[in-house]
């Protein structure tokens, strides 16, 4: 009968680590862990003894002391991290722009895209915000905000 018992701990535990590694944030594993591993201590006091059951107590309470101990660690997120960094700007010479420039839009606007100036590319926008087809020729009619606005050629 101590096989049950030492099987709903695994369990419990195995829950655990799916709750911590693979779906965080959801709580159906670790709502599922923490039954498993209560139905575990209620098993070995109901059907092994008080013994039993006060041991299994504390192996659970161990388990998931030493679990929580494992998740705060500093180092153990550092595995599971991302390590390069994003240093590229959208837009980072829009200075350089001035009113009155003119382009050619490279994606269609729909209201925003990109087009290409002298300058470079820029991501854009449609003064009205109507859709602009690729390839079609717009003016810089103002820049607020650090966007540039566009309106097109007829």
């Known amino acids: 009968m101590w096989w049950i018992t030492v099987s709903l701990i695994l369990l419990g535990i195995v829950l655990m680590l799916i709750e911590m590694l693979l779906i965080p944030g959801v709580g159906i594993a670790g709502f599922l862990s923490l039954a498993s591993m209560g139905a575990s201590c209620w098993y070995a006091f109901t059907y092994c003894g008080r013994t039993a059951g006060i041991i299994t107590v504390a192996v659970v309470v161990l388990s998931l002391l030493a679990m929580l101990m494992v998740i705060l660690r500093e180092k153990t997120w550092k595995k599971f991290e991302l390590g390069t960094e994003i240093d590229s700007k959208v837009n980072g010479e829009v200075s350089s722009l001035l009113p009155g420039e003119r382009g050619k839009t490279l994606t269609r606007l729909a209201p925003m895209g990109s087009a290409q100036f002298v300058k470079g590319t820029f991501e854009v926008k449609s003064h009205d915000n109507s ?21 097109p050629l007829n």
Do not use: A, F, R, T
Not at 131 to 151: A, F, Q
């Open 131 to 151: 859709m602009v087809s690729p390839g079609v020729e717009v003016e810089v009619l103002k820049i607020e905000d650090n966007k540039v606005i566009v309106k």
